[in-house]
């Protein structure tokens, strides 16, 4: 243990503690910009300086180890000084529309302005040098180096969060920006679109694109139907930016919200989620059986999930020799796109063409995943807007909504129908578990061995889990199973996916299924989830998944009646041909670079 | 203050038999090269003037089965170039001062970084450092060097952002501690010593520790090499015995016309005619790694300062915000002022914004970038304005 005095309150620390991390245990608040929970130690900024007597320089106090018997200081004149000179020359070298700017109160260097760097400032704009120049090349966000202050955080999750490394550090001095390989646009290099930068970013200088405008658009224009469909992650996080703590399921009351917005009918990405399984599970069914009773040598397993498109984007770059072993479903997005102007206008009697198809998404991913040339099998594009978490605390702001008191209210029908199996795709190891759920009836005849379907050893935030479930009395369609250990793995974080692949590339992984997910903690944790997300906010928000599955009457995939009854009345069975048609993709190979 | 006279010395390019002082350090405990260092008082000559001995000490003291000898010679400063010319003489007791160094440290292995625009010693050094390898193994010594080279980025002369490019990363530096004692190039315990120092510290080893503490002040031991440069009849290197004043030095080198001499580099301080007589060029006065620039009435000193803040604003690293900022900041600031555009008390305002860069930038370089500013505008201030 150490000991140190820091504003003069004595304090021990384990060794190895910061002392900004010592000061926080005496509940002394230091400013910090660079520093971010997910990320490793920068140092970059130096807004978090204080005084160490006796040393030559201030210290940063988010990268340097409390020592034993340091004397810290942490607001003398000394520190007050070189904190707005600092803060001072940061905004000296950011562009400050701060009126205009899409982050305007949500913006970290906003804030420290408005504590250390108020009234005059001294110094010279620099942004006159830097030509203004905004990549807006992703249709999932856009990147303005004129509002970067070089940080690196974007950068830092970049590469050890995502280890995709789309974005690095060029040049030096005056220079020095943060860039892609060899200057390209952002739609033109590796990044999978993930967002987990424009969630870091502390400026405006990364956010995503967006769609506000068009939404409110479609909504006013009378020849239009707009359906809006619901993410799982969507429900435990809004609440955050609406003056809730982190955790809270908020499910209802959005609906009510969506309602009063608006849109005309209120859906639920879940009732695909519940298809995504019911497909999903019948093809790595399939696969098994053409492997083991078939002989048939050429079945690509294990097989992925291809629910995150972030994970998608990611394969094609990066292992594209693996691309026939993801499975052929669209996303929970897609499959509801493209049933939302087929299934869905044929019930309702809706021309398709009048039909704007909404998403609500805790993911950037998802705005490039609706552009893919793909995702167009009604005919239409199928899904024609994607909001993220955030963009729709916006809308209910602009609306003028009293969020907190909003009764709450049920998602319409048809494609409203949910179970807790969908919910639980918002969490890292929640497909694992759905498909686990049928997978094993449809074999079985009977319910998952685990208490309360609750399959423990998938869920948690571990970067790479394993399961092995045995099979035994199986049901005669079934019976070559029979005895089988079915072998899972889940990943989140591609980090964690870059783990798994380099397993299979190696012929180590002897796995039959393996869910991944781009962001760490799965969707909770996605790059369009509201600002901060870190480790602590990631675990509420995946509490509260977890509570909303125990709350559901239903809970496995195949019980949901709405998805019993479009097999019947469109479908037919799944992995249909008209499954195929509506519900299965393709993948492309893409550059590594 | 203690004075030494100007006396020119011949110690780093003295003809020596290598072979010799090799056995001699092989037949010597770890313990015993330490003492021989913290004895001689020998200070780093890269500039920063850290002593030797304790670096050696503290490195010997960890304990790790690999440790590093890395010798810096990515000699960027501004107006230097001594170490240039000590590889290409005396190449052997470079390599001969890292390989006591290992002894001392318990290391096997040695970097020298070597300064991207010299590679064109490479042809020469290589064969040399082939017979070497060849010499030390008759004498018994388990050690090997290798060489890598820089780029270009001045910042690279900075430790731990050498160690970064060595390691085949952006050269920028990292966060201390961990010190590179504790954790140098790969993590491991090392050692990074300038050319000249380990020149220096094999002569030690020949001359033993007394003959060095002979030459110069109680603070500044020793003697070490000047890159003498600007208005002068005779640039050039020289060896000079520490101690002297700058007056001394300028009545040596001086043209008759002498107004200011920039001791240490861009990142040095900047000494007017006023200060000569009672400035000692040393670790009591003004420190240097070697650059002795002199300037004559014809310079305008708003040229040279103006040259130096360009100069960093384009070779700081852009990591931290004092520096990469605050270089732009101060370069853009005499503009002003110069163009009557700010008034001269924008002036105070930049001084106030070097004293943050000192005590708030990462590392040395954005630390020292005031050293210049301040020993210029607080000497030459009219010049900056008018």
Same mark, same amino acid.
């Given at each position: 243990?150490?000991n140190l005095?820091?504003?003069?309150?004595?304090?021990?620390?384990?060794? %190895?503690?910061?002392?900004?991390a010592a000061?926080k245990?005496?509940?002394?608040n230091?400013p910090?910009?660079?520093?971010?929970?997910?990320?490793?130690?920068?140092?970059n900024?130096?807004?978090c300086?204080?005084?160490q007597?006796?040393?030559?320089?201030?210290?940063?106090s988010?990268?340097?180890?409390?020592?034993?018997?340091?004397d810290?200081?942490?607001n003398?004149?000394k520190?007050?000084n070189?904190r707005?000179?600092?803060?001072?020359?940061?905004?000296?070298?950011?562009r400050?529309?701060?009126?205009?700017?899409?982050?305007?109160q949500n913006?970290?260097?906003?804030?420290?302005?408005?504590?250390f760097a108020?009234?005059?400032?001294?110094?010279l704009?620099?942004?006159?040098?830097?030509?203004?120049n905004i990549?807006?090349s992703?249709?999932?966000?856009s990147k303005?180096?004129?509002k970067c202050?070089?940080?690196?955080r974007?950068v830092? /999750?970049?590469?050890?969060?995502?280890q995709?490394s789309?974005?690095?550090?060029?040049?030096?001095?005056?220079h020095?920006?943060?860039?892609s390989f060899?200057d390209?646009?952002?739609?033109?290099?590796?990044?999978?679109?993930?967002?987990q930068?424009?969630n870091?970013?502390?400026t405006g200088?990364l956010?995503?694109?967006?769609?506000?405008d068009?939404v409110?658009d479609a909504?006013y224009?009378?020849?239009?139907h707009v359906?809006?469909q619901?993410a799982?992650?969507?429900?435990?996080?809004?609440?955050?930016?609406?003056?809730?703590d982190p955790?809270?399921?908020v499910?209802?009351?959005?609906?009510?919200?969506?309602?009063?917005?608006?849109?005309?009918?209120?859906l639920?990405t879940?009732?695909?989620?519940?298809l995504?399984?019911?497909?999903?599970g019948?093809?790595l069914?399939?696969?098994?059986?053409?492997?083991?009773?078939? +002989?048939?040598?050429?079945?690509?397993?294990?097989?992925f999930?291809?629910?995150?498109?972030?994970?998608?984007?990611?394969?094609e770059?990066?292992?594209?020799?693996?691309?026939?072993n993801?499975s052929?479903?669209?996303?929970?997005?897609?499959?509801?796109?493209a049933?939302?102007?087929t299934?869905?206008?044929?019930?309702r009697?809706?021309?398709?063409?009048?039909i704007?198809?909404?998403?609500?998404?805790?993911? /950037?991913a998802?705005?490039?995943?609706a552009?893919?040339?793909?995702?167009?099998?009604? +005919?239409?594009?199928?899904?024609?807007?994607?909001?993220?978490?955030?963009?729709?605390?916006?809308?209910?702001?602009q609306a003028g909504?009293?969020?907190?008191?909003?009764?709450?209210?049920?998602?319409?029908?048809?494609m409203?129908e949910s179970t807790?199996?969908?919910?639980?795709?918002?969490?890292t +190891?929640?497909?694992?578990e759905?498909?686990?759920?049928?997978a094993?009836e449809?074999?079985?005849?009977?319910?998952?061995p685990?208490?309360?379907?609750n399959?423990?050893?998938v869920r948690?935030?571990?970067?790479?889990?394993?399961?092995?479930?045995k099979?035994?009395g199986?049901v005669?369609?079934w019976?070559?199973?029979?005895?089988?250990e079915?072998?899972?793995?889940?990943?989140?974080?591609?980090?964690?996916?870059?783990k798994i692949?380099k397993m299979t590339?190696? %012929?180590?992984?002897?796995?039959?299924f393996?869910?991944?997910?781009?962001?760490p903690?799965?969707?909770?944790?996605?790059? +369009?989830?509201p600002?901060p997300t870190?480790?602590e906010?990631?675990?509420?928000?995946?509490?509260?998944i977890?509570?909303?599955?125990?709350?559901?009457v239903l809970?496995k995939?195949?019980?949901?009646?709405?998805?019993?009854?479009i097999?019947?009345?469109?479908?037919?069975?799944?992995?249909?041909?008209?499954?195929h048609?509506l519900?299965?993709?393709?993948?492309?190979?893409?550059d590594?670079y | 203050?203690e004075?030494?006279?100007?006396?020119?010395?011949?110690l780093?390019f003295?003809k020596?038999?290598?072979?010799?002082?090799l056995?001699k350090a092989?037949n010597?405990t770890?313990?015993g090269?330490i003492?021989?260092?913290?004895?001689?008082?020998?200070?780093g000559r890269?500039?920063?003037?850290?002593p030797?001995?304790?670096k050696?000490?503290?490195?010997?003291?960890?304990?790790?089965?690999?440790?590093y000898?890395?010798?810096?010679a990515?000699?960027?400063?501004p107006?230097t170039?001594?170490?240039?010319?000590?590889?290409?003489?005396?190449?052997?007791?470079?390599?001969?001062?890292?390989?006591?160094?290992?002894?001392?440290?318990?290391?096997k292995?040695?970097?020298?970084?070597?300064?991207?625009?010299?590679?064109y010693?490479l042809?020469?050094?290589?064969?040399?450092?082939?017979a070497?390898?060849k010499?030390?193994k008759e004498i018994g010594?388990?050690?090997?060097i290798?060489?890598?080279?820089?780029?270009g980025?001045?910042?690279?002369?900075?430790?731990?952002a050498?160690f970064e490019?060595?390691?085949g990363r952006?050269?920028e530096?990292?966060?201390?501690p961990?010190?590179?004692?504790v954790?140098?190039?790969? &993590?491991?315990?090392?050692?990074i010593?300038?050319?000249e120092?380990?020149?220096?510290?094999?002569?030690?080893i020949?001359?033993g520790?007394?003959?060095?503490i002979?030459?110069?002040t109680?603070?500044?031991?020793?003697?070490k090499?000047f890159?003498?440069?600007?208005?002068?009849?005779?640039?050039g290197?020289?060896?000079?015995?520490?101690?002297?004043?700058?007056?001394q030095f300028?009545?040596?080198?001086g043209?008759?016309d002498?107004?200011a001499?920039?001791?240490?580099?861009?990142?040095?301080f900047?000494v007017p005619?006023?200060?000569f007589?009672e400035?000692?060029?040393?670790f009591e006065g003004v420190?240097?790694? &070697?650059?002795?620039?002199?300037f004559?009435?014809?310079?305008?000193?708003?040229?040279v300062l103006?040259?130096?803040?360009?100069?960093?604003?384009e070779?700081?690293c852009?990591?931290?915000?004092p520096c990469?900022?605050?270089?732009?900041?101060l370069?853009?600031?005499?503009?002003?002022?110069k163009?009557?555009?700010a008034?001269?008390?924008?002036l105070?305002?930049l001084t106030?914004?070097?004293?943050?860069m000192?005590?708030?930038?990462?590392?040395?370089?954005?630390?020292?970038?005031?050293n210049?500013f301040?020993?210029?505008?607080?000497?030459?201030?009219e010049?900056?304005?008018?």
């Open positions: 243990m150490i005095l820091i504003n003069d309150k004595k304090v021990t620390v384990e060794e %190895g503690t910061t002392v900004l000061a245990t005496l509940n002394i230091i910090t910009l660079c520093n971010h929970d997910d990320l490793c130690v920068a140092g900024c130096r807004v300086v204080v005084e007597t006796g040393a030559r320089t201030l210290i940063a988010c990268a340097t180890p409390a020592a034993e018997g340091m810290i200081h942490t003398t004149l520190v007050r070189a707005k000179h600092i803060v001072e020359l940061l905004l000296s070298e950011h400050s529309d701060c009126t205009k700017c899409y982050k305007n913006c970290e260097l906003q804030s420290l302005a408005n504590e108020f009234g005059d400032h001294i110094f704009s620099l942004i006159e040098d830097h030509a203004i990549d807006r992703s249709p999932s966000f303005d180096d004129s202050i070089r940080c690196q974007c830092r /999750t970049c590469s050890e969060l995502q995709v789309a974005i690095s550090v060029a040049n030096k001095g005056a020095q920006k943060i860039s060899h390209r646009p952002m739609s033109h290099v590796v990044c999978t679109n993930c967002g930068c424009v870091r970013c502390p200088a956010v995503e694109k967006t769609y506000i068009q409110w909504i224009d009378p020849d239009k359906v809006v619901t799982p992650a969507v429900r435990v996080a809004l609440g955050e930016d609406l003056g809730y955790g809270e399921r499910t209802g009351k959005m609906v009510t919200a969506l309602k009063q917005l608006g849109f005309n009918s209120v639920d879940d009732f695909s989620a519940d995504t399984i019911m497909e999903e019948t093809e069914l399939t696969r098994l059986k053409k492997a083991l009773v078939d +002989g048939d040598t050429k079945v690509s397993l294990p097989m999930t291809s629910c995150s498109p972030g994970w998608i984007k990611f394969i770059h990066k292992f594209p020799e693996f691309l026939p993801l052929t479903c669209k996303s929970p997005q897609q499959m509801f796109g049933l939302a102007k299934y869905y206008a044929k019930k009697n809706i021309d398709p063409s009048k704007v198809s909404v998403s609500i998404m805790p993911c /950037t998802k705005k490039f995943e552009d893919r040339p793909e995702m167009r099998s009604s +005919g239409y594009k199928d899904v024609d807007y994607v909001l993220t978490t955030r963009e729709l605390a916006v809308m209910i702001k909504l009293d969020f907190k008191n909003l009764e709450e209210s049920n998602y319409d029908s048809i409203g807790g199996a969908a919910v639980i795709f918002g969490a +190891g929640g497909v694992m759905a498909a686990l759920r049928t094993y449809i074999v079985t005849g009977r319910e998952v685990f208490g309360n379907l399959i423990i050893p948690g935030m571990e970067g790479v889990k394993e399961a092995t479930i099979i035994e199986c005669e369609a019976k070559f199973l029979e005895g089988a079915l072998k899972v793995a889940i990943a989140h974080g591609l980090v964690n996916a870059n692949m590339r190696e %012929g180590r992984a002897p796995y039959h393996v869910e991944i997910m781009a962001c903690g799965g969707c909770i944790g996605g790059g +369009g989830q600002i870190n480790v906010i990631r675990k509420n928000r995946m509490k509260a977890y509570s909303e599955d125990a709350h559901m809970r995939s195949h019980d949901n009646p709405e998805v019993k009854a097999y019947e009345e469109f479908l037919e069975s799944p992995n249909s041909h008209k499954s048609e519900l299965h993709t393709h993948y492309v190979e893409r590594d | 203050m004075n030494k006279e100007l006396t020119k010395v011949d780093i003295e020596i038999d290598n072979t010799e002082v056995k092989f010597m770890q313990a090269i003492q021989d260092m913290l004895d001689s008082g020998l200070k890269g500039g920063a003037g850290f030797t001995g304790l050696w000490k503290y490195t010997a003291a960890e304990n790790s089965p690999d440790k000898v890395v010798c810096n990515d000699e960027g400063e107006g170039f001594k170490d240039r010319e000590i590889l290409d003489r005396v190449s052997n007791k470079v390599h001969g001062g890292m390989v006591i160094a290992g002894k001392a440290i318990g290391a292995k040695g970097i020298v970084y070597l300064r991207g625009e010299y590679r010693l042809p020469k050094l290589m064969p040399e450092l082939e070497f390898h010499l030390i010594f388990d050690f090997e290798e060489y890598k080279m820089g780029s980025a001045y910042i690279c002369g900075e430790e731990s050498l490019s060595i390691e952006r050269g530096p990292r966060n201390k961990p010190y590179p004692t954790s140098g190039v790969y &993590g491991k315990p090392t050692s010593n300038n050319v120092t380990l020149v220096t510290a094999m002569m030690i020949n001359h520790p007394q003959k060095f002979s030459y110069g109680k603070d500044s031991r020793g003697s090499v890159s003498v440069s600007g208005d002068t009849p005779t640039p290197i020289f060896e000079l015995e520490l101690g002297m004043t700058v007056l300028v009545d040596e080198f043209d008759g002498t107004k001499v920039q001791v240490g580099g861009a990142s040095g900047c005619r006023k200060k007589a400035t000692i060029i040393g420190p240097t790694g &070697g650059s002795m620039k002199l004559n009435s014809s310079r305008s000193m708003y040229n103006h040259n130096y803040l360009d100069f960093f604003a070779e700081s852009g990591q931290c915000t990469r900022v605050g270089c732009q900041q370069l853009k600031g005499v503009e002003k002022v163009k009557g555009e008034k001269s008390t924008y105070n305002e106030k914004l070097a004293d943050t000192k005590i708030a930038a990462k590392c040395g370089l954005g630390q020292s970038v005031g210049a301040k020993s210029i505008v607080g000497n030459f201030r010049e900056i304005i008018y």
